[in-house]
């Protein structure tokens, strides 16, 4: 997550999905992941209404900042 927006500035398309982990080691997480950013040449272009804290936390006090 350090580097999360050296990999926005260097690559054409960034996506970035919210995998939690289960609650419980028996639980089944789901079929598909939500994604939470996305970025196209270096910007951001999708972020989500609300974008979970990892997030913001990874992409805080950098350019790419949500």
């Not at 272009?45 to 979970?52: K, Q």
Request: aromatic content about 4%; overall charge negative.
């Amino acid at each position: 997550m350090r580097n999360l927006h050296r990999a926005i500035a260097e690559f054409d398309l960034v996506q970035v999905y919210d995998n939690p982990s289960p609650a419980h080691p028996n639980q089944r997480q789901s079929e598909t992941a939500p994604l939470v950013l996305e970025a196209h040449g270096g910007a951001i272009v999708s972020c989500g209404d609300a974008p979970p804290g990892w997030l913001r936390t990874a992409l805080q006090d950098t350019k790419c900042a949500l």
